[in-house]
């Protein structure tokens, strides 16, 4: 089992930053068992979309169309964490951000590796408001 724990959340004025952390915990099979990550995003009233994707251990990133330029997707695996570093942000910007592992087949550097779906581990989320 791994654990995701993300932190960083707030809220920010329109054009302004805000850098989201996820830690991840378990044994060191489990930790060396995720393929990718991702941050995901779900504002009230939608569906959760995928923001952007990277390679456990590797540099392929994917980002959604939306956040494109605008957001950065990185880790350090020596820590066992992730991070997503926005800026510029847009009210539309405002949701519930997940951090998301994945085992299995991840496709990265496709739009398909932002499917929910190839996640096995989610963390608890963390709010994002970006007033206008």
């Known amino acids: 089992q791994v654990q995701l724990v993300e932190s960083g959340g707030g809220s920010v004025q329109a054009g302004g930053s805000l850098r989201l952390s996820c830690a991840a915990f378990?044994?060191?099979?489990?930790?060396?068992?995720?393929?990718?990550m991702a941050w995901f995003r779900q504002a009230p009233g939608k569906e959760r979309e995928g923001v952007a994707s990277?390679?456990?251990?590797?540099?392929?990133?994917f980002y959604a169309d939306s956040v494109k330029g605008r957001f950065t997707i990185s880790q350090d695996n020596a820590k066992n964490s992730l991070s997503l570093q926005m800026n510029s942000l847009k009210p539309e910007d405002t949701a519930m951000y997940y951090c998301?592992?994945?085992?299995?087949?991840?496709?990265?550097?496709?739009?398909?590796?932002?499917?929910?779906?190839?996640?096995?581990?989610w963390g608890q989320g963390t709010q994002v408001t970006v007033s206008s």
């Open positions: 998301a592992a994945g085992r299995g087949v991840c496709y990265v550097g496709s739009r398909s590796s932002l499917n929910n779906g190839l996640y096995d581990y």
């Open positions: 378990g044994a060191t099979y489990s930790i060396s068992s995720i393929n990718c």
């Open positions: 990277i390679q456990y251990g590797g540099s392929v990133t």
